[in-house]
């Protein structure tokens, strides 16, 4: 008796739980797709629930309802006061064009708000990563209230540079130290990598801007005693624009000197994309990317707090007042 009596209950729970997809069966359909399930695998589970496929069609319908919010909260004003750091990138997915193939880059920018939180700030179809495409960009988020920037991390993009300072002249540059040793890495046998990503990292161990300096030095010297010319020409070219983070204070520097934090998100949406692969036309590709980035931005990674800004405010204040 009391096996029957479990086995109505199950019946009555797995009923309830059905009503209840059924009625946000929209929202359940599109969180399924942009968290990476395939349209096969979303027909199987509709399937599973009720007995009755969801057709590619629906989706596609629900799909487009979504991206009408999806470009709202895209545009919408930034309001999380002043923005001392922001981290950029441009991601590169493929896009069918013509019946032809190409690669499509879109900007994407996050931010630290003065109270200590990450943000997602906003994400563009930037062609060609260009300076045309970072200006526009960058215009875009000010206009959307982008304010307060003191440093903005990246990697090493003429066109991104020359965009910074043109609209925001008052922030400094941080060039990733991660992207940094890649490049130097390009130009060193595979069997010297390992040491030389050593020496490298001694660099930006240092507890002063005038110490990393001095290491650098020693570097370039013992690169050129190895024979690894053009990895010394690299290092002594490109070593002060990875030394901006020592201009703010030392408790930020070790998330400050690279963009990893920007670099997770990519992931995150390269992880996405793959289930799609080559995009019909730009915009998919980018309501793609933003509903990614909507979706992470309301998890734990934007309700926790990313750094103490207490020490940032000390900093400026002290610099004031000594100014």
Known sequence: MSEKIVQLNEEVIKGQIKELIRGSVEEALIEMYLA????????????????????????????????????????????????????????????????????????????????????????????????????????????????????????????????????????????????????????VPRSKVRIVAKMLKAIHAQESKMASREKAKA????????????AAKKVEDGIEETLTYCDFPSEHWTRIRTNNVIERLNREIRRRTRVVGAFPDGNSALMLVCARLRHVAGTQWGNKKYMNMKHLETALDDAFIAG
């Open 36 to 187: 990476g399930v395939s349209v096969r695998r979303v027909e199987d589970i509709t399937e599973a629930l009720w007995g009755s496929k969801v057709s590619p069609a629906t989706i596609s319908e629900l799909n487009k309802k979504a991206y009408v919010h999806i470009e709202d909260w895209r545009n919408r004003p930034l309001q999380g006061g002043r923005y001392p750091y922001v981290y950029v990138d441009g991601i590169y997915l493929r896009r069918n064009w013509g019946g032809e193939y190409e690669n499509v880059a879109i900007l994407v920018a996050i931010a630290v708000n003065e109270d200590g939180f990450r943000e997602v700030l906003g994400a563009a179809d930037g062609m060609k990563e260009d300076k045309a495409s970072w200006v526009s960009f960058f215009q875009w988020l000010r206009g959307r209230g982008l304010d307060g920037v003191k440093l903005i991390v990246g990697d090493k993009c003429m066109g991104m540079l020359e965009a910074v300072g043109e609209v925001f002249p008052e922030a400094k540059y941080q060039r990733c130290t991660v992207h940094f040793y890649r490049n130097v890495f390009s130009v």
């Open 219 to 230: 570097v370039v010297a013992e690169l050129r005693a190895m024979k690894l010319k053009e």
